[in-house]
């Protein structure tokens, strides 16, 4: 019941909120909706026990099945940004344990913006100046805020002396290879673990910090998007398995790794998610965890649909494609090493963490749709041929016009005759435009601005359900589909429709989809039914 109260409560907060990625409102109130638990967690005068807490937590099937589960736990830059989330994230950890979770290691990024930072300080080295004063005063300023000790704080200052001295290096011999970038952005996750792991001991979490070179993460010698060896995973479980107290908390640097020379190499930007999914696959937990401020993958932008609400569960493969379309989730490679080993990726909110989130595991029977994204001022160009039906060469002559121009092409349509695809904002063309020029030797072109493209991530072995309801409802609504695509085996189905229609089309459709409030009769249960069941007790 009460879980069914805070997602009403968050539906009506999701409503008046502006953004897909959560602002500070949302942040603001959703945390205090966990203000009842958490208080009584932490007040010594309250009677209950820690078993009358779990009593009283909502059941819901994830809750049940939390008991006793083995998972790596992954927290980015923007939840470590300063002393108070550190500490939230800590005490999200110390809560997370009561509640029955069992977290091998936690994989922590460098605290904010300092990866960019890094970044930025390695180019004013290159113009001469030598300065980490912002990122001394982040760290210490933490370490002052809660007492973490002369220990950590000489281990910092270590650290940022090392950093310092390198920096002078850069500045003397003008060089900043890719090799020494890696070695640069390094100190941020350096920095960050051991920060995490002082204060979760500082809070009666048994914790210690690993460069995650030191579990057994080695990669190739490719600086700045290193691959991780296939030797590692075997190395990580062993390590895990002999050498780490299960009673600890391995706190591991994420993005950074070692190459077979001990270089510091990097997994690219954003790799912290890697670190964590190879290290879930190759101990084989139950689950990896990627905590966020969101409550998982939305159905839909909330900034346009208000009744969007989070997904429950997505396939590997959906999610891929949502990641491809612009959603905040997993980059499709972090995902890999889950998807082989089958091991579930679960998106959770640190600012509410009761709620179920969003897991990505393989595919079951699942919704008719999972999720609708959108891409709005798309130019559609319809190029039709001017040669003999059954010439060859045409579509070849078409792809390497675009190629000569640089030009990726979004959604595509075509038959023997003719081709119309869909050019993003920032490739659009313009008459005279040299892409123009080229077609026009074999075709004519029309091209279109204002118009959006639909995606729905759908099962594909019900396409027709699908597709029966988007057209009777465009059809009862006067919205006009200009191009549609479907490839064999994707999981998703594309429409171009007028640009300012696009609100309209998309609601209509999250409405049937998600909210059960479809203009017309749906083929099958809606998937909101089917939402609602999974959240029943
Ligand atoms: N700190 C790195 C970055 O900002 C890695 C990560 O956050 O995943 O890209
Ligand atoms: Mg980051």
């Avoid at 118009?451 to 597709?467: C, H, M, N, P, Q």
């Avoid at 749906?522 to 007790?537: G, L, V």
């Amino acid at each position: 019941m009460k879980l069914r109260l805070i997602h009403t409560l968050l539906l009506a907060l999701l409503a008046n909120t502006n953004a897909f990625t959560p602002h500070s409102a949302l942040l603001k109130v959703s945390s205090s909706l966990l203000a009842t638990p958490k208080d009584d967690l932490s007040d010594p005068s309250a009677s209950e026990s820690l078993s009358n807490y779990r009593a009283s937590l909502p059941l819901t099937r994830s809750d049940s099945s939390i008991q006793q589960k083995r998972t790596v736990m992954k927290f980015g830059g923007s939840s470590l940004a300063d002393a108070g989330r550190i500490d939230h994230v800590a005490q999200l950890i110390k809560s997370q344990i009561a509640l029955g979770n069992r977290p091998a290691a936690v994989v922590c990024s460098a605290m904010g913006k300092t990866t960019n930072n890094l970044l930025n300080a390695g180019d004013f080295a290159l113009e001469g100046r030598v300065n980490v004063d912002a990122l001394r005063t982040l760290h210490l300023q933490t370490i002052e805020e809660f007492q973490l000790g002369e220990h950590l704080k000489n281990e910092i200052n270590a650290l940022l002396d090392e950093l310092e001295n390198m920096l002078s290096g850069v500045k003397l011999l003008q060089e900043l290879s890719p090799r020494s970038l890696d070695m640069l952005v390094s100190f941020g996750e350096r920095m960050s673990v051991r920060m995490m792991a002082a204060r979760l001991n500082q809070i009666g979490v048994p914790a210690e910090a690993y460069d995650s070179w030191n579990i057994g993460m080695l990669t190739d010698s490719n600086f700045g998007d290193a691959t991780v060896l296939p030797s590692a995973p075997e190395t990580i479980r062993k390590i895990f398995a002999d050498k780490i107290d299960p009673g600890t908390v391995a706190i591991v640097t994420g993005f950074i790794a070692h190459d077979p020379n001990g270089k510091i190499t990097t997994l690219g930007r954003g790799g912290s998610d890697l670190t964590a999914t190879t290290i879930g696959a190759a101990c084989e937990l139950d689950e990896i965890q990627v905590w966020k401020d969101v409550d998982g993958i939305m159905s839909c932008d909330p900034r346009m649909v208000p009744g969007a609400v989070p997904i429950s569960s997505v396939s590997f493969e959906e999610a891929a494609e949502l990641a491809y379309f612009g959603a905040k989730v997993l980059h499709p490679i972090a995902m890999m090493p889950a998807m082989r080993k089958r091991i579930p990726v679960r998106v959770k909110n640190s600012y509410n963490p009761e709620h179920p989130g969003t897991v990505i595991k393989n595919r079951e029977e699942g919704r008719l749709v999972t999720a609708i994204t959108c891409k709005r001022d798309v130019q559609l160009i319809d190029i039709s041929s001017t040669r003999m039906l059954g010439a060859y060469g045409f579509l070849s002559t078409v792809f390497s016009a675009f190629e000569k121009s640089k030009l990726s092409v979004d959604v595509l349509a075509s038959s023997e005759v003719s081709v119309s695809l869909t050019l993003d904002k920032k490739h659009s063309v313009y008459s005279g435009h040299q892409l123009c020029d080229d077609l026009r030797e074999v075709a004519d072109v029309k091209v279109k601005n204002n118009k959006a493209i639909i995606t729905l991530i759908a099962d594909v072995s019900r396409t027709s359900e699908v597709l029966a309801t988007v057209f009777q409802v465009f059809m009862r609504q006067g919205i006009e589909v200009e191009m549609l695509s479907q490839g064999a085996s994707k999981v998703n189905i594309s429409f171009i429709v007028k640009d300012d229609e696009l609100v309209d089309a998309i609601t209509f459709l999250h409405a049937c989809f998600f909210e059960d409030n479809c203009l017309i009769e749906m083929p099958c249960p809606s998937p909101e039914e089917e939402y609602a069941r999974e959240f029943t007790p």
